[in-house]
């Protein structure tokens, strides 16, 4: 028996638990058809966002649709070592209980450290994963730490350095002066900042003439190498070749022309730093100009600069050479400038551009394959305009940096000899047999201090999880996979190099088609971040309104392309969609209704029954194509629709009559009907719904199975019934048509009608149209007319015309009056709440409850509003 209420917190828990437990979420459980899906492996610092309960659940929605299919279905899990993140977390633990640091540690203890934190606190994320619903394969959970993949990162390295794919360069990196380390550009944040733009005269030698640049980093001045001016600039055409000198520091550079430099901009010269700009840099190599780095990794000014220079902080040396140049002369004026200026996100310092040997990856030859696969249509993007996206970096694509200077990660596996010379291996003992065999003799050496990029093993993981480089039966059965979902942010950082990665080393494109989601937002469009303080945690809404109400809420607003605007009143409104499916189920067992187990639709004969399977085969086949189609916010739409309205809203309460009639003919084809529907219903929702399915599914019926293995149901259409929908739908909009009327008018819903119908309507054929008239419109008799009577409110269905006789007891006057003084309270309250959100202090001081529940409040009061609205419209034409 069904308990009055659905409690999420305690059957959540407890299904999932059994679930996981029963081994159901694991493939090879069948030989049918494979279906293969990563998940992106969240960092194992983390803790579940919304992005993640997005990308999560439709996923899952995926996953547990294809089982229900009964295809063999693998959802590969795990984790990310997450490197800087990880490193930091462990840092400051450190730190906060005391301890000794992690220099003071060294590398082994301190990473000894990082692997019991792992095993205390690493599993957060996969637990709150579970918590969403998530139905991954934890049998098989990796960790890109993990051994099996750390063999599959050395050997990837190994042969790629073997084919001259991966080499060592000196080329500039996005530089962490506080972490110390290269890092991605997707872990670089642009921040606007208020700074200044500094024109400064740098003197033509030999002259009294000086040509003008502008900065917003004077401190790179200590490492100009030239200035350059466009090759079309007129203005500076006698000077093209000519040395100018560098105000303070005194060092001679040559005025050069290349393109980059824009005679629009500024003055039109641009002085150029290339070890310590990406633009710079270009125009460097392009002109053969000196490299010369000025800073350290700690940010300050090296051995490159005078020594009165030496050791300053950039932004000191900054404020040091301004006061100077202003001081000399040189500084013709500053102008406020807002920038956009690099930051670190994990330390939220300044990024430099810093000049440093590292390891790169030979990206444009990996990228051309994977080019073609999209191009060919190999490999699809939905929606399609990503794949523009995708050729856009990869036809542009740079070296890319693999090396980090942390010590969390997988080092890498490069030996060097006391005089440079590099020994590449897959592990130490190998590569002391290398030096042995080149050099006759065994030789010192030692391990390259760097770790690897963490992208790079996670480019590797829709086959190293399979257990790559053996030759594994999940390799043959499951890769390529069928299909990746993930967000647009990381497309060329993850999607794009799992496609190089996987194309060249298993010869094959990783997946087939990926699906890229849109952005959780706030319920104003914003972005979700600390700073504005509008972040919502999905764990905070899974306790207040259950997983699935979060769930069917992102999956109801997951349109492509579109970004989802996420507001609490929304998660609210589908828990109370999760109640109405409750208690429609509670009515069938109160009705003895799940009792009836031996549908048969070739049997059925009354309309209603055929007129409801109809519609179910005809929403479910609108859902297969939906969710086939990854249109996940149809599938969810079409799906509520049909259970609210159609099922709950109109065939629960049209079979209500029979049910309570005694010896109805129709009531034993009726209950094998219901109960056919309901369960149907709640397989077509569990991939969606998925806990408050599976316990109204155990607790309805003694099953012999659990809801998460039940066999998808395929069903047709009942033939030879091509007009009966209409006749349902003709009959739902009279009972429509009646109720609304009786609200206008403010009469009681209990108070007998009756009803006029001009003679021969289409709608008198309808079956049994009396009989549901009477016993739920509280029609107590239908008459047919040649012309309506004059106190009557008038409506058509389809081509039928009908006219509601208002009855005697019905003040039309008075009716009018009321409805003017109600929609005049309405007004005031209405203008009220909306004066109080305008009002920005409201906003920022008023708990969030309360702000929320005076958007519903006006949200309500705006319908109310139409409704009086039209409720003076009509009785305005009764008194007329």
């Known amino acids: 028996m069904l308990n009055k209420s659905y409690d999420p917190k305690e059957a959540e828990a407890r299904l999932y638990n059994y ?195 502008a900065t917003t980093r004077p401190e790179t001045m200590f490492g100009d190498t030239a200035i350059a001016v466009h090759p079309s600039d007129n203005r500076y055409t006698d000077l093209i070749g000519k040395d100018v000198i560098i105000p303070i520091i005194g060092r001679s550079i040559k005025i050069i022309t290349d393109e980059y430099a824009d005679p629009e901009q500024g003055s039109g010269a641009v002085k150029i730093t290339p070890a310590h700009d990406f633009n710079d840099f270009e125009v460097g190599k392009r ?7 000025i800073l350290d990794i ?100 740079q070296p890319w940096c693999i090396s980090r ?8 596996p490069a030996w060097y000899t006391k005089d440079g010379k590099i020994i590449v291996a897959h592990n130490e003992k190998e590569a002391f047999s290398i030096a042995k065999k080149e050099f006759g003799k065994d030789i010192e050496i030692y391990q390259d201090e760097d770790v690897l990029d963490t992208w790079f093993s996670s480019a590797l993981w829709p086959f190293s999880t399979l257990g790559w480089p053996e030759e594994t039966v999940e390799i043959e059965k499951y890769y390529p996979t069928n299909l990746l979902v993930t967000g647009f942010d990381i497309i060329f950082f993850w999607v794009a190099r799992m496609m190089m990665m996987g194309i060249h080393f298993m010869g094959k494109r990783p997946f087939s088609e990926v699906y890229i989601h849109a952005l959780v937002r706030d319920e104003k469009g914003q972005k979700m971040s600390k700073s504005k303080g509008n972040i919502v945690d999905p764990l905070d809404l899974i306790d207040k309104y259950g997983a699935d109400s979060l769930r069917f809420t992102l999956t109801a607003m ?89 099922f709950c809203d109109w065939y629960i309460e049209l079979i209500k009559p029979h049910l309570s009639e005694e010896d109805d003919k129709y009531a034993n084809e009726i209950k094998e009907t219901c109960s056919f529907i309901l369960d149907s219903i709640l397989i077509s929702l569990h991939p969606f719904m998925p806990f408050i399915t599976e316990e109204i599914w155990q607790n309805i019926k003694k099953r012999d199975n659990p809801l998460i293995i039940q066999k998808w149901r395929e069903i047709s259409l009942v033939d030879g019934h091509n007009n009966l929908g209409d006749e349902i739908n003709d009959l739902i909009e009279i009972i429509s048509n009646i109720r609304s009327i009786r609200v206008e008018l403010n009469i009681k819903p209990k108070e007998k009608l009756a009803i006029e119908v001009i003679n021969n309507s289409e709608a008198l054929k309808i079956k049994n149209l009396e009989f549901y008239l009477a016993k739920i419109a509280n029609i107590s008799y239908i008459t047919e007319v040649s012309d309506f009577s004059d106190k ?35 007004e005031k309250e209405i203008n009220s709440i909306s004066n109080r959100l305008k009002n920005k202090d409201f906003i920022v001081k008023a708990p969030k409850k309360v702000v929320e ?11 109310n509003k139409e409704r009086l609205l039209s409720s003076k419209e009509l009785i305005k034409k009764l008194i007329k």
């Open 558 to 646: 997951a349109a492509q392309g579109r970004d989802v605007r996420l507001s609490e009143s929304r998660v609210q409104g589908y828990r109370n969609f999760g109640t109405k499916i409750w208690n429609a189920s509670r009515f069938c067992e109160m009705n003895d209704i799940n009792n009836f187990n031996s549908f048969d639709k070739n049997s059925l004969e009354y309309p209603l029954n055929i007129w409801i399977l109809n519609e179910f085969v005809e929403m479910q086949s609108q859902l297969e194509i939906n969710i086939t189609e990854y249109r996940f916010n149809d599938a969810a739409n079409i799906i509520y629709q049909f259970i609210w309205g159609t």
């Open 19 to 213: 679930w996981e437990t029963e081994g159901y979420f694991k493939c090879g459980l069948t030989n049918n058809q494979p279906f293969s899906i990563v998940i992106p492996p969240p960092n194992v610092t983390g803790s579940l966002h919304m992005g993640h309960a997005l990308n999560n659940t439709l996923q899952d929605i995926i996953v547990r649709y294809k089982r229900m299919l009964g295809e063999d279905v693998l959802w590969q899990t795990g984790t990310d070592h997450a490197g800087i993140a990880t490193q930091m977390v462990v840092e400051r633990k450190l730190d906060s209980e005391n301890k000794p640091s992690r220099i003071e540690l060294g590398r082994k203890k301190f990473i000894d450290e990082i692997w019991k934190w792992k095993e205390e606190s690493g599993s957060i994320i996969t637990n709150q994963l579970r918590r969403l619903g998530a139905s991954c394969d934890w049998s098989r959970e990796r960790f890109t730490m993990d051994e099996g993949l750390s063999l599959a990162v050395n050997k990837v390295f190994v042969d790629l350095y073997n084919e001259g794919l991966i080499y060592k360069d000196k080329r500039l990196v996005n530089w962490d002066p506080q972490l110390r380390t290269a890092i991605s550009d997707l872990e670089v944040v642009q921040k606007e900042v208020d700074g200044c733009l500094w024109y400064i005269n740098y003197p033509i030698k030999g002259s009294k003439e000086s040509i003008t640049i």
């Open 405 to 412: 200077q942390l010590w969390w990660g997988h080092r890498i």
């Open 792 to 826: 009557s409110a008038k409506f058509n269905v389809n081509n039928s015309r009908f006219s509601l006789l208002i009855p005697t007891s019905i003040d039309l006057t008075a009716e009018l009056s009321r409805v003017i003084k109600e929609e005049e309270k309405l």
């Open 853 to 863: 529940e005076n958007k519903i409040k006006i949200e309500d009061m705006m319908q």
């Open 298 to 397: 700690d940010g300050k000014l090296n051995q490159n600069v005078d020594k009165e220079w030496q050791g300053l902080d950039r932004f000191e040396a900054r404020s040091k050479l301004l006061k100077m140049l202003s001081k000399e002369g040189y500084l013709e004026k500053e102008e406020k400038y807002n920038n956009s200026v690099p930051h670190g996100d994990r330390s939220d310092v300044v990024i430099e551009p810093y000049l440093t040997e590292q390891w790169y990856v030979d990206a444009k030859t990996l990228a051309k394959p994977a080019l073609d696969s999209v191009k060919s249509g190999d490999m699809k993007f939905i929606p399609s305009n990503w794949s523009k996206t995708y050729y856009e970096w990869l036809e542009n694509i």
């Open 287 to 293: 002109n053969n100009l000196e490299m010369l780095s």
